[in-house]
Every structure is written in structure tokens, then in C-alpha cells.
């Protein structure tokens, strides 16, 4: 249970920081510069998380697929908190307040859609699987190199 608490909070201070690194350069980014720093974040977010994991964990299948499911939680999370901080400072606050009393799930469907063609987004799919499978394989990789005590 420790790992998977471990491995949570860092799942949130990489989401965090990912947030931040969103809201600080949004303005230069292109689309193919979002979706690269995207599938980052959920390969970094994995990786961590997969090696928090194994390193508490060991051998525990359990912790293994609750860190599978805390990265792609935590790459998702850092892509839809990115964006109403994003509008906030474009806009105003008050105006993601109003954004989100109107319509509490828009930045879960503006990850989920493309910009250009408003249909599915495959990048925002492709970086969940990033996560979960590397932290999957990270945790399982480090919690079979450790003894078990």
C-alpha cells in the first residue's frame, strides 16, 4: 500500500510540474511540440511512477497495475489541469469559473479531441498507454532485480 501512495505522489508533482511547464510556454508550442511534450510527460510520469513502484512494491501484481493505472491517471490529469491554468491567464479566472460552472467536463473533452478535424484525438490515447505500459514494465523490471527480504 506504501508504494502505491509513494508512487501517487509522485504521480501528482510530475502532473504538476508538467502543468506549470504547459502554462509557461503554451504561447511558442505547436501542435507537433505539444504532442511531443504529451507523450514525454507520460513516458516521465511512467517511468517514475514504474520505479517507485517496483523499488516499494517488489513483486506485488497489485502494486504493478495500481501503477499502470496512476501514470496514465497522472498523464491525463496533467494534460486537463493544464488547461483551464492556460485559459486563466489568456482569459481571467473568473472566466474558467464561469467556463466550468457551464460546462464542468471541458477540459476532459478538449484532451480528447483534435483541434483540427474535431474528431478523436489518438495522441491523448497513445500517451495513457506510454504511461500505464511503462510503468508496468519499469515496476515489473525493478521488483524482479530485488530480493525480496
Same mark, same amino acid.
Given at each position: /500500500?506504501? @508504494?502505491? =501512495?509513494? !508512487? =501517487? =505522489? !509522485?504521480?501528482? %508533482?510530475?502532473? /504538476? *510540474?508538467y502543468s506549470g511547464l504547459i502554462l509557461a510556454t503554451y504561447k511558442d508550442q505547436s501542435v507537433t511540440t505539444a504532442n511531443t511534450l504529451y507523450l514525454g510527460h507520460a513516458l516521465i510520469n511512467g517511468a517514475i511512477v514504474g520505479c517507485l513502484i517496483g523499488m516499494v512494491g517488489h513483486r506485488s501484481n497489485g502494486a504493478w497495475i495500481s501503477g499502470a493505472i496512476i501514470a496514465a491517471l497522472g498523464a491525463f490529469f496533467g494534460y486537463t489541469n493544464a488547461i483551464p491554468l492556460v485559459f486563466a491567464e489568456a482569459e481571467s479566472p473568473s472566466a474558467v469559473w464561469d467556463l466550468l460552472g457551464y460546462e464542468p467536463f471541458w477540459p476532459a473533452k478538449a484532451w480528447w479531441? #483534435?483541434?483540427?478535424? #474535431? $474528431?478523436? #484525438? &489518438? =495522441?491523448?490515447? *497513445? $500517451? *495513457?498507454?506510454? @504511461? @500505464?505500459? !511503462? @510503468? &508496468? $514494465? %519499469? !515496476?515489473?523490471l525493478v521488483g524482479n532485480r530485488r530480493r525480496q527480504a
Open positions: /500500500m506504501g @508504494a502505491v =501512495f509513494l !508512487a =501517487f =505522489f !509522485a504521480s501528482v %508533482i510530475v502532473s /504538476m *510540474l479531441t #483534435d483541434e483540427t478535424t #474535431d $474528431g478523436v #484525438d &489518438w =495522441f491523448s490515447l *497513445l $500517451g *495513457l498507454v506510454l @504511461a @500505464a505500459v !511503462a @510503468a &508496468w $514494465g %519499469i !515496476a515489473y
